[in-house]
C-alpha cells in the first residue's frame, strides 16, 4: 500500500529548501544582494558626500577609501547572509586556514605572476609592446616604495572580497540551487557583469573576463578552497598591472614598469588589458596545467559546519 506524504504549503515551497528549513538558494542569493547594497549605501555616501565637499582629494585617497568600502560591504553582507540565510558558516564558504591554504595562496600568485610575464615577453618580441623605462628612473625610491605598497595593498582587497563574493558565494549557492556547471557558469558571467562599467569595456573585454571566472573557478574546484582563486587574482591584478604596466580591467595603476602597446587590440586586448585579448587564452590553459599538477596529488574533502 503506497503511502502519500502530505504536499507541504505552497509558500513553504517557494521560499523554503525541501532538505533543511531554510531558505531556497535564489532568495538567499537576493537577500545577500539587498545585504551588499545596504553596505554599499551606507559606507558610500559618505565618501560621496567627502568628495563633493573636497574635490582635490587625491586620486590615492579615494581609491583606497572605495576599495575598503566595496571589501567591507561584500565581507559584512556575505558574513551576514551565510551566517543566518545559509545556516552554515563564514569559514565553510572554503576559509579554513592551514599550511596549505598559505601554499595555496602563493602558489596562485605565483602562477599569475608567470603568466602575465609570458605575456610581456611575447608581446616584446612581437614587436607590440614599447618598453620606456622603469618606474625608479622618474621618480625616487621612496615614491616607488610607497606607490607598490598602497597599490599592493589595494590589490589584496579586492582580490579578497571580488572571490568571496563570486568563488564564494554566488558559485557555491548557485551550485547548491542549480548544479554546479550551472553555478560556474552563472557566477562566471555576474563576474564579467560586475566590471561593466569599467573604462574601455566591450564586448571582448566581457567575454575575457567570463574566460578569467572559469578560470579562476577552477582554481576553487580544484582545492574545494577560495585561497588558491585568491592568490590567482591577486597576483594577476598586480603583475599586470604595477609590475608589467598593463591596463587592469581598462584602469591603469601603479606602474613599475613604463610601456605602450601598439599591437591589434583583438589579440592584446588594447586599452582594457590583456584580459579583452585573445593573448590571455593560452595563458590561462598554462595556468590551468598549473593548478592541476599542483592540485594532483590532493584528496579534497569538505566538511560543512552546519550549526
Known amino acids: 500500500m503506497a503511502i502519500h506524504l502530505p504536499k507541504r504549503p505552497i509558500l513553504t515551497r517557494l521560499f523554503l529548501s525541501r532538505e533543511e528549513r531554510r531558505l531556497r538558494a535564489g532568495w538567499r542569493l537576493a537577500g545577500q544582494f539587498l545585504l551588499m547594497v545596504v553596505f554599499f549605501l551606507i559606507l558610500g555616501i559618505p565618501l560621496g558626500l567627502l568628495m563633493l565637499v573636497f574635490p582635490s ?4 585617497a579615494i581609491l583606497l577609501a572605495s576599495t575598503l568600502i566595496s571589501f567591507l560591504a561584500i565581507t559584512a553582507s556575505v558574513y ?3 551566517r543566518f540565510l545559509d545556516r552554515r558558516s563564514f569559514g565553510s564558504l572554503g576559509l579554513g586556514w592551514n599550511r596549505q591554504a598559505a601554499a595555496d595562496l602563493l602558489y596562485g600568485v605565483m602562477v599569475a605572476g608567470l603568466m602575465m610575464g609570458l605575456v610581456f615577453l611575447v608581446e616584446w618580441a612581437a614587436g607590440w609592446l614599447s618598453f620606456e623605462g622603469f618606474a625608479w628612473q622618474f621618480e625616487s625610491w621612496p615614491r616607488v616604495l610607497v606607490e607598490c605598497a598602497l597599490i599592493a595593498f589595494v590589490f589584496m582587497l579586492v582580490g579578497w572580497h571580488e572571490e568571496l563574493l563570486s568563488r564564494g558565494y554566488w558559485l557555491q549557492n548557485l551550485g547548491e540551487g542549480l548544479n554546479l556547471p550551472w553555478g560556474v557558469s552563472l557566477s562566471s558571467a ?6 561593466i562599467a569599467n573604462p574601455n569595456v566591450s564586448w571582448g573585454a566581457l567575454l575575457g573576463l567570463f574566460a578569467a571566472g572559469l578560470f579562476l573557478a577552477y582554481g576553487y574546484l580544484r ?10 587574482h591577486i597576483g594577476w591584478n598586480f603583475f599586470e598591472g604595477t609590475v608589467f604596466g598593463f591596463p587592469v580591467s581598462g584602469s591603469f595603476f601603479y606602474r613599475l614598469i613604463r610601456q605602450s602597446i601598439s599591437g591589434p587590440e583583438l589579440i592584446t586586448g588594447g586599452e582594457f588589458g590583456p584580459e579583452a585579448g585573445l593573448i590571455i587564452l593560452p595563458m590561462m590553459a598554462l ?3 598549473l593548478i592541476y599538477w599542483f592540485t594532483r596529488q590532493r584528496r579534497v574533502s569538505r566538511i560543512e559546519n552546519r550549526e
Open 287 to 289: 595556468g590551468a596545467g
Open 80 to 82: 551576514l547572509a551565510r
Open 57 to 60: 582629494l587625491p586620486g590615492e
Open 190 to 195: 555576474l563576474f564579467a557583469l560586475a566590471h
Open 223 to 232: 582545492t574545494q578552497q577560495l585561497w588558491l582563486p585568491i592568490g590567482l
